[in-house]
């Protein structure tokens, strides 16, 4: 099993930056793709960025390079540095983990969501 526990989401003014972490504090954790979703009112859900086991790393197109997925096996979490922030980064922030290649999947376990805004 694994549990998901987010931090690090705020107020940001465009421009600035934020690092937004997923510990994890189950089993396996070098197992799992993790990744991070994000979800704003009157949008659908987006994959913002993924990380495989194996660390190979993909990222929406209106986040590269912006944003950085990174995950410490020895801390077993995961990051998502968020640099040059824009106002439509403004989301719910969403960290998941998956046992495929990338996930999500229905069998993903997911955080309880962090809520960054970007506003001047």
């Known amino acids: 099993q694994v549990q998901l526990v987010e931090s690090g989401g705020g107020l940001a003014q465009p421009g600035e930056s934020l690092r937004l972490s997923c510990a994890n504090s189950?089993?396996?954790?070098?197992?799992?793709?993790m990744g991070w979703y994000r979800q704003a009112p009157g949008k659908q859900r987006e994959l913002v960025a993924a990380?495989?086991?194996?660390?190979?790393?993909k990222y929406a197109d209106s986040v590269k390079g912006r944003f950085t997925i990174s995950r410490d096996h020895v801390k077993k979490t995961t990051y998502l540095q968020m640099n040059s922030l824009k106002p439509e980064d403004t989301a719910v922030y969403y960290c998941?983990?998956?046992?495929?290649?990338?996930?999500?999947?229905?069998?993903?376990?997911w955080g309880q969501g962090t809520q960054v805004t970007v506003s001047s």
């Open positions: 189950g089993t396996m954790f070098s197992a799992y793709a």
């Open positions: 998941y983990a998956d046992l495929g290649y990338w996930g999500p999947s229905e069998r993903s376990s």
């Open positions: 990380i495989s086991s194996g660390r190979d790393t």
